[in-house]
């Protein structure tokens, strides 16, 4: 059982708290379970971008309480599985921690390894891409996760 999941972008604005909130609401809670998300290059402090917001609104989904915070050593070390956006975020996360081969993926690790195209600074189109990309790898996630 994945009792901590650590989901993981650049700036922990956009796709990776649209990932976190989204699989939140996709699994059944579960005691002691934690889902959450932070950044390589987080802009700390910041709320969710809003247009990623706002989209995650329209499905239901309030987000409205993010706080983007900046990826640790520690939080990879006790994560039991760490899912990426890109390739450059997995290979920069080894980089900060070697040991967590063999836990860390990405997010459409299902879908062939698709990767999930940041949409910071874009029109909501390119938002609402990320949003149906991170939509379709969280599920196809939920089999493995013990849901």
């Known amino acids: 059982?994945?009792?901590?999941?650590?989901?993981?972008?650049?700036?922990?604005?956009?796709?990776?708290?649209?990932?976190?909130?989204?699989?939140?609401?996709?699994?059944?809670?579960?005691?002691?379970?934690?889902?959450s998300s932070a950044g390589i290059g987080a802009l700390v402090g910041k709320p969710i971008e809003a247009t990623a917001l706002a989209i995650l609104r329209e499905h239901g989904i309030d987000a409205g309480?993010?706080?983007?915070r900046q990826v640790t050593a520690v939080m990879l070390h006790e994560a039991d599985l760490i899912l990426a956006m890109e390739e450059g975020h997995l290979k920069k996360l080894h980089e900060i921690a070697p040991q967590i081969r063999g836990r860390a993926f990405l997010l459409g690790k299902w879908q062939d390894n698709q990767p999930v195209p940041d949409p910071y600074?874009?029109?909501?189109?390119?938002?609402?891409?990320?949003?149906?990309?991170?939509?379709?790898?969280?599920e196809s996630w939920l089999k493995y996760l013990g849901n």
């Open 121 to 138: 600074c874009q029109q909501r189109p390119a938002f609402e891409h990320a949003y149906k990309l991170i939509d379709q790898a969280t």
């Open 1 to 35: 059982m994945f009792n901590n999941i650590l989901i993981v972008c650049v700036g922990n604005i956009c796709r990776s708290p649209t990932a976190e909130y989204l699989l939140k609401a996709k699994m059944t809670p579960a005691t002691g379970r934690v889902i």
């Open 65 to 68: 309480a993010h706080c983007a």
